[in-house]
C-alpha cells in the first residue's frame, strides 16, 4: 500500500524486500533491494540486506561486493550477522554449504 502511495519511498521497498526474504522469495528480496538503492544510494541495510540474500544465493562475489560496501558506509556486517545467525558455522549448517574462507573472515567475530 504504501509503494501505491509513494512509489519513491526507499523504506517502503527495503520493507517489502525484508518481508520477501522471511517468506523466502529471495529473487523478489533482491528485486526490492535494488530498487531501494537505485531510489537512496546511500541506504547502507539496503546494501547488506542484499548481500546477505545474495549469500544464500550462493553469488559470493555479488555478496562480497555489498557486505564491502555496507562496511565502508559504516555498518558493523559482523554485528549485523550475529544479529541474524548465532555463528558461522550454524548458518552453513542451517544452509547446508559453507562461506568462502574470505567471506568468513569477514564475518567472524574476533
Known amino acids: 500500500m504504501t509503494i501505491k502511495l509513494n512509489p519513491n519511498d526507499a523504506q517502503a521497498y527495503?520493507?517489502?524486500g525484508a518481508a520477501y526474504y522471511n517468506q523466502g522469495k529471495l529473487e523478489l528480496a533482491i528485486r526490492d533491494y535494488n530498487k531501494t538503492i537505485k531510489l537512496d544510494p546511500d541506504f547502507a541495510d539496503a546494501y547488506y540486506n542484499r548481500?546477505?540474500?545474495q549469500l544464500y544465493l550462493q553469488e559470493w562475489k555479488k555478496a562480497k561486493d555489498d557486505l564491502r560496501t555496507t562496511q565502508d558506509m559504516g555498518i558493523n556486517i559482523i554485528d549485523?550477522?550475529?544479529n541474524d545467525h548465532k555463528n558461522i558455522e550454524d548458518f552453513e549448517e542451517?544452509?547446508?554449504?559453507k562461506l568462502?574462507?574470505?567471506i568468513?573472515?569477514?564475518?567472524?567475530k574476533q
Open 14 to 16: 527495503n520493507n517489502r
Open 104 to 108: 568468513a573472515a569477514m564475518l567472524a
Open 51 to 53: 548481500g546477505e540474500v
Open 94 to 97: 542451517r544452509n547446508d554449504f
Open 100 to 102: 568462502p574462507a574470505n
Open 80 to 82: 549485523a550477522f550475529h
